[in-house]
């Protein structure tokens, strides 16, 4: 049977009872949900399997931890993204303070978001790719050097 997701500690306890390797609190999983919700999208969970739906529709799609942690680093780029342009074209002291107060808090954000990103495959595959090109770039330096 579906059962709605809308507080971390549902999600917290989905995430401990799947024996998935992933470190979670309950503020990033607030943050998660928070996320989803801003994007009007609705998180449940049937058979051990995550589903994500529009809030104003009723077809559902099947998604990882993984691709839920990606749409909620994505959401908060996004506002990231506006907010800074925003905070850029700010006429007078006190926008120019409200939009600086939002861009604090949606950088606070994207640390917490990506401290679980880093735990994701695509964080895992990122991180490997960035090891690689380092490796490569060392070994080209110390043959440069070597001449």
Same mark, same amino acid.
């Given at each position: #049977?579906?059962?709605?997701?809308?507080?971390?500690?549902?999600?917290?306890?989905?995430?401990?009872?799947?024996?998935?390797?992933?470190?979670?609190?309950?503020?990033?999983?607030?943050?998660?949900?928070?996320?989803?919700?801003?994007?009007?999208?609705?998180?449940?969970?049937?058979?051990?399997?995550?589903?994500?739906?529009?809030?104003?529709?009723?077809?559902?799609?099947?998604?990882?931890?993984?691709?839920?942690?990606?749409?909620?680093?994505?959401?908060?780029?996004?506002?990231?993204?506006?907010?800074?342009?925003?905070?850029?074209?700010?006429?007078?002291?006190?926008?120019?303070?409200?939009?600086?107060?939002?861009?604090?808090?949606?950088?606070?954000?994207?640390?917490?978001?990506?401290?679980?990103?880093?735990?994701?495959?695509?964080?895992?595959? #990122? #991180?490997?790719?960035?090891?690689?090109?380092?490796?490569?770039?060392?070994?080209? #330096?110390?043959?440069?050097?070597?001449?």
């Amino acid at each position: #049977m579906e059962q709605i997701i809308s507080d971390a500690q549902s999600l917290l306890q989905f995430v401990e009872q799947t024996d998935l390797l992933m470190q979670m609190d309950s503020v990033q999983a607030n943050l998660l949900l928070s996320e989803l919700q801003s994007s009007k999208k609705q998180l449940s969970e049937e058979d051990s399997k995550l589903y994500v739906k529009e809030s104003s529709d009723s077809v559902r799609t099947c998604i990882t931890i993984d691709e839920l942690i990606d749409i909620a680093c994505e959401s908060n780029y996004e506002k990231l993204v506006g907010t800074r342009q925003k905070n850029k074209r700010s006429f007078g002291l006190d926008q120019y303070l409200s939009t600086s107060r939002d861009l604090l808090q949606l950088q606070q954000q994207e640390v917490i978001l990506h401290s679980l990103f880093k735990q994701t495959i695509y964080g895992k595959n #990122m #991180m490997q790719v960035v090891n690689q090109y380092l490796t490569r770039m060392q070994q080209n #330096m110390s043959k440069r050097q070597a001449r």
